[in-house]
């Protein structure tokens, strides 16, 4: 079965800093997608990057950039000139290629503190 | 705004009783995906369903059910409550189209079993 380890529970960056969250999988397809959710105070799960792992090149969007290594099974999260409105939990999820059915199978999460 | 609706945004109940949450997707995604997210297990998958057919099934209790209606809302229904299923029930919807795979979450509902 596919997991997903984000070995972090807690980050903590300065203001217009530039922070990295771990995530590593485990899967024996070649083919899935990886994401990354933010969820804050308010609780709602809020897409922030994904990345279809045949794609070698990393995913962009904005401030937020991912270093995908598929062979080492790594899909970091880089948070760059980060903002207090950044402050949240962070969770990694995987999904498999299946088509129309393909749940997420979600990391426990990391916990980012920005401070001032 | 994912445009993922659900109802009610908070749930106080006993014990033994039995709720019903419901999930309006995005207009045109025709996939729903129920996760419950606890102190405990994370965030969990519980079924999916696609154009008001079952697709697929997680962790979900013999005490949990849903549905997807003909207009592709979704109702998750949670009977013989007990204080360990408190939590946050998310729904999530995607169009489930080509490489279209996002999943578009709701705000979620919150239960609370006393």
């Known amino acids: 079965a596919q997991t997903v380890t984000q070995s972090q529970p807690e980050m903590s960056v300065q203001e217009a800093e530039t922070v990295t969250l771990s995530c590593t999988y485990d899967?024996?397809?070649?083919?899935?997608?990886l994401f990354w959710y933010k969820q804050p105070p308010s609780r709602q799960m809020i897409l922030v990057i994904r990345q279809e792992a045949y794609k070698q090149q990393n995913a962009t969007e904005n401030r937020f950039s991912v270093n995908f290594q598929k062979a080492a099974k790594s899909f970091s999260l880089k948070i760059s000139d980060s903002q207090l409105g950044d402050a949240a939990m962070y969770f990694c999820?995987?999904?498999?290629?299946?088509?129309?059915?393909?749940?997420?199978?979600f990391g426990k999460g990391t916990k980012l503190s920005v401070k001032p | 705004d994912s445009g993922v609706t659900q109802t009610p945004k908070h749930l106080i109940t006993a014990t033994g009783q039995r709720v019903t949450l419901r999930c309006s997707p995005r207009?045109?995604?025709?996939?729903v995906y129920w996760y419950q997210q606890s102190l405990d297990q994370g965030l969990q998958f519980l079924i999916q369903?696609?154009?008001?057919?079952?697709?697929a099934k997680g962790n979900i209790l013999e005490r949990f059910s849903a549905q997807q209606f003909p207009d592709l809302h979704s109702e998750l229904n949670l009977s013989s409550l007990e204080l360990g299923d408190s939590a946050l029930y998310f729904c999530a919807s995607s169009p489930e189209v080509g490489t279209v795979t996002e999943q578009y979450f709701g705000p979620g509902t919150r239960l609370t079993v006393t």
């Open positions: 369903y696609y154009n008001g057919e079952e697709r």
């Open positions: 899967t024996s397809e070649s083919d899935y997608y």
């Open positions: 999820a995987y999904r498999d290629d299946g088509g129309s059915q393909g749940n997420l199978i």
């Open positions: 207009s045109g995604d025709l996939s």
